[in-house]
């Protein structure tokens, strides 16, 4: 069975907070990067694996963005707390198989 994987590739923007996180809905059908300009508190919600899965940016510090990892696999949710940065990679495991299904990239921070 071939396996996919995805990368997503952050671009963070540096925003005023806000109360309540926006949920951008994002198609992982096809291969490939996908590319998203978000700001603070701001997520992205997919399906994968017969799971919803959501990735938000909680905090940007000096060594990079910490994400908050909403993971549901096998019918159970799964917080990871993770930091990426511009020489870190995130790999994403979502069906516990040692394979990594999404990769997370900043590309940049931006004021």
Known sequence: MKYAFYILSLVIFFAIPVLSAEIYPIDLS???????NLGLKAA?????FDGRHIVAIDKITSKGVDLDVYLFVDGEQAVNYVTVSQSKLVKLDLNKDGVGDIYIKLKEVSA
């Open 44 to 48: 992205v919600e997919f399906n994968m």
């Open 30 to 36: 096809g291969e490939g990067i996908v590319e998203l």
